[in-house]
């Protein structure tokens, strides 16, 4: 059972650079974290994501310089780097189709398919394919503009050029990092989100292929009450809260 409710994790999460060395973490609730970050939201429910929790300090000895030897990174008690698979969209979308076989029975008669069922299958089958394929950033190009005309006359879906596609594998990554660190916090476990790290090295050092990206790597551990530098800053709510 996690030892805090939501509101108490997300005043507890703090980013952590300093972890103490005399306090470990347990494997298996880390994992356990993981697993929560998997039942984040996802684009589509694509699942374009992978986790990798490093728990050796061999590892984690090879990693942190190419964090730039932060603190966050040279004292952690494990990380997990955040890796996003855009290129595993046909597998994804496969794998949703699956899915929709155990739910709905495979091989229905077209004519028996319920409405329902037949907006998943043409959505996994044929919309995310169109979305999805690209080539070289050119076939992006050409369904912007495409969806731009048609956009003059009616709402249209803008997102489908290869950066507006990173972003959104992206944003969904960052949700289950952020699902992760909150596990985390009600677990009493700490952690601190790093963008500053040299992701051509990591991606070499797990031996990622080309077309996986890291969103962040997340440090974990305890902290030392020096580990948590200063008290909270954040602008005054009514700066960034608009109500419409
Ligand atoms: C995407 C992202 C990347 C970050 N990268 C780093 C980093 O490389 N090093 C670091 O020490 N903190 C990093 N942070 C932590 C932020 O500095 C921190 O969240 C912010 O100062 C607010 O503090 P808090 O998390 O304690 O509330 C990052 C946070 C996010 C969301």
């Keep these: 059972m996690p030892k805090k409710t939501v509101p108490e994790a997300i005043n507890y999460r703090r980013s952590v650079r300093i972890y103490d060395p005399e306090k470990p973490i347990d494997t298996t609730i880390v994992k356990k974290c993981l697993e929560q970050a998997s039942l984040a939201p996802t684009s589509s429910n694509m699942q374009l994501w992978e986790f990798y929790h490093i728990t050796s ?11 730039f030897n932060q603190n966050a990174a040279k004292t952690a008690q494990q ?16 794998a949703n189709l699956a899915f929709m076989d155990k739910v709905f029975g495979k091989n229905n008669p077209k ?12 959505y996994y089958g044929k919309l995310i394919p169109f979305t999805y394929f ?7 190009w050409l369904k912007y503009i495409l969806f731009s005309i ?26 289950a990092a952020q699902t992760f660190m909150l596990s985390m916090a009600a677990e009493g476990y700490d952690t601190c989100p790093m963008e500053g790290s040299d992701t051509w090295r990591v991606k ?41």
């Design 79 to 94: 990380l997990v780097v955040f890796v996003v698979r855009k290129d595993l969209w046909r597998k994804r979308a496969k």
């Design 150 to 175: 048609v956009g003059l006359f009616r709402p249209m879906y803008r997102e489908v050029r290869n950066s507006d596609m990173r972003v959104v594998a992206h944003k969904t990554c960052g949700l």
């Design 57 to 67: 300090k061999e590892t984690i000895e090879k990693i942190a310089p190419l964090c």
């Design 134 to 140: 690209d080539f070289l950033g050119v076939f992006g």
């Design 204 to 244: 070499r050092l797990l031996g990622l292929p080309f077309g996986a990206e890291i969103n962040m790597i997340v440090s974990c551990g305890i902290r030392k009450p020096e580990g948590v530098y200063g008290e909270r800053f954040r602008v005054p709510f009514e700066e960034v809260y608009r109500e419409v």
């Design 111 to 122: 004519s028996e398919q319920r409405s329902r069922e037949k907006v998943a299958r043409n």
